[in-house]
């Protein structure tokens, strides 16, 4: 009798499908890769053929080219595709625009492989969908009770309402390039604030790519000081009081000192941990996450009720362990190379 781990097991490479001889997110190029979501930690350039949804493919042909992969498949929503007689289909997965969870099903077993995923509303999201199965891999970047994320319109309304407290200071907001940062854009703008938004260049093409996708971003301007007549951008004076956002890196940078006064904030649900925004300098930390909290994962394992659960890349032990406790099978993956400081 054909077990578990006979349709899919870790390797070096990744969650590999034996029988259907394909990787789900593998961090090496390989013939065959199914993709979960644009995420550079999950989806990489060079594998031979690649699988994923239509916007995850639109995304890494922005970020690698469009010679990122041999050949490419769509993946429509719940459509079953037969791939070496293995059936596998798309379901959404809440994380960021296109990603997926992956059901793969074979010998009467169902697995599914969330890849990243979220519960929380997402303006910016297709919103996650439970899917039965037998196994739920499951991620665990905040897979410990410690995490309990906030309402995310809450810290939002923060953010806003520090522009307003400090009008002559500019609010550097840290936001992951992919996601982070056009949720909060998105989020921004469904409190009423029409003001410009100004965005490191980083970001263009990908919130361009979610505008033209039907996501509204609003008056969005290059967050670029102009030196000269020729030059395009912003006298200094604009960003007082403007939100600026760009990817965090940039802000360890002599970019950052170009604005008056600047309040660095962070959008990540790191932000919980104090010792990390003291770290990182950040005056206004929001705890806006794009992952579950430790109640959304125990929620989900309990919703889906599979038969067993397997954690990966994140706080693997506690959530193996509650799943034990409730008597449900569970075990790490330790798959490596699935980073969660994007966060």
Known sequence: MARFEDL??????????????FYIDPVRPVERALITHGHADHARSGHSHVLATRRTLSIMALRYGEDFAG????????????????????????HVLGSAQILVEWGGMRIVASGDYKRREDPTAEPF????????????????????????RGE??????STKQFPERAHLVGAYALG?????????????????????GALKKLCDFYESEGIALGDLRPATIARGKSEEGAAKGEFAGAIVVGPP??????????????????ASG???????????????PLILSDHCDWDELIETIA???????????GREEALVRWCSLRGVRARPLHLVGYEDESE
Request: overall charge positive.
């Open 303 to 313: 919703e889906i009720a599979p038969q067993e659960v397997w954690v990966t890349h």
């Open 71 to 94: 050949a490419r498949q769509v993946a429509d929503w719940g459509r079953a595709i037969n791939v070496n007689g293995v059936t596998v289909s798309f379901h959404p997965a809440g």
């Open 249 to 266: 890196s940039a802000f360890a940078d002599k970019w950052a000192r170009r604005f008056p006064d600047p309040v660095a904030c962070f």
């Open 180 to 200: 982070k940062a056009q949720r909060v854009i998105r989020m921004v703008r469904e409190e009423a604030y029409d003001a410009p938004i100004y965005i490191h």
């Open 270 to 284: 790191w932000m919980r941990v104090r010792g990390r925004a003291r770290q990182r300098g950040v005056e206004l």
């Open 129 to 152: 969908e439970p899917v039965p199965c037998d196994v739920f891999i499951t991620e665990a970047t905040f897979a410990l009770p410690v995490f309990r994320h906030p309402d995310s």
């Open 156 to 161: 939002v309304r923060k953010l806003i309402a």
């Open 8 to 21: 899919l097991r870790p390797t070096p490479e990744g969650l590999y499908c034996p029988p259907g001889g």
